[in-house]
């Protein structure tokens, strides 16, 4: 897979060109110091993806994202290495534009976080290198047909839950911002991301949100018309008492939160009285317990192979039947507000 890095600091260039050539499954074939050099190193050479630093002189990140998307778009990965609310927001301008995925830079060797870092890069990159779906098409969906929702026993608290990994936050923006300020019910979100971007993306998204969006915190009373997002490397489930339990405990198959863990929770506590959300990702996570909310009588819905980024979660639930309607995220957008009125 033929990679182009784009930095505008010369040790990082060398530093993620050995990472990646070093995993013999990558393969750099440039690099670019700034968004312009980029532009011109892809008309020419059109690599399978490109991994992106923000804050570049002569053109950044995000206005390189946003030409390379309008023309002839390709994977890019959004690299940052700072956490200040600047560069972070610039990364979820640039997941706004069109780029799969905002990660850390790797620490550089010796750092004790490194090694995992390294592994997080290459796997996404190498994922998404083979991504063909990389524009926007989100749109009146086909294929999707509208299912009954199947009669089970209901309780008067209600509750949306929502998983997602790669991908994820430029679909949640979406569907999040579709809802209106007086929506009923407490949603739930568990986004697979990089640690130290939380903040940022809460702040992205309430931005552009009627409801309110905030970092769940332990002992939260889930409360009508706010969305809670599962912090950084801590499992969020919610409990009998109708509040969030953030638990450090280990990570289920490598992910801390874990969306299998918070819709396990969801069906013990909620059943057939919750609606479930999978939306686009790589892996399992979260598709068996899918199954589970709809056997027991929830509304279940994932997103459509037409608009993931990666179909893997969604996929897997389709495999298990775990889902009562595939739908694009405009779709989705529409259930959750019509749904209100129906129940």
């Known amino acids: 897979m033929r990679v182009l890095v784009v930095d505008d600091c010369a040790v990082t260039r060398e530093y993620l060109t050995h990472m990646f050539n070093a995993s013999r499954v990558l393969e750099v074939i440039g690099t670019a110091c700034n968004g312009a050099e980029a532009l011109r190193f892809i008309e020419e050479q059109r690599p399978d993806v490109v991994t ?10 995000f206005e390189a994202t946003r030409h390379i998307m309008s023309t002839d778009p390709l994977p890019i990965v959004i690299l940052t290495a700072s956490w200040d609310s600047e560069q972070v927001n610039m990364g979820f301008k640039a997941l706004e534009a069109g780029a799969l995925a905002a990660l850390a830079k790797p620490r550089g060797l010796g750092h004790a976080e490194s090694p995992a870092q390294v592994r997080e890069l290459v796997s996404t990159v190498r994922a998404l290198s083979e991504v063909k779906l990389v524009t926007r098409r989100w749109r009146d969906g086909k294929g999707s047909r509208p299912v009954e929702r199947p009669r089970a026993p209901r ?7 929502v998983g997602t990994s790669t991908g994820g936050p430029p679909v949640l923006q979406r569907i999040m911002s579709a809802l209106p300020a007086d929506y009923p019910w407490p949603v739930v979100v568990v986004q697979h991301i990089s640690p130290g971007f939380l903040e940022g993306m809460v702040d992205w998204l309430d931005q552009g949100c009627a409801v309110r969006v905030c970092a769940a915190r332990d002992g ?27 638990l450090d405990v280990p990570a289920d198959n490598g992910l801390r939160p874990a969306v299998g863990r918070l819709f396990q929770s969801v069906a ?18 979260g598709a068996a317990e899918l199954k589970k909310l709809r056997d027991c009588g929830a509304a279940t819905i994932v997103q459509n192979r037409e608009t993931c980024v990666v179909f893997g979660m969604p996929g897997e639930a389709v495999r298990l039947d775990a889902a009562m309607h595939t739908m694009s995220p405009d779709e989705i957008a529409d259930f959750l507000v019509a749904e209100v009125a129906r129940v």
Not at 56 to 61: D, E, K, L, Q, S
Not at 155 to 161: M, V
């Open 220 to 246: 939260d009373l889930l409360r009508p018309g706010v969305v809670y997002l599962a912090p950084d490397d801590v499992h969020m489930v919610v409990t009998e008492e109708e509040t969030i339990a953030l």
């Open 268 to 285: 013990d506590v909620y059943g057939g009285s919750a609606t479930v959300v999978l939306l686009t990702g790589m892996g399992k996570d």
């Open 155 to 161: 309780r008067n608290r209600r509750i949306l839950a």
């Open 52 to 61: 992106m630093d923000v804050n570049m002189p002569v053109m950044n990140g």
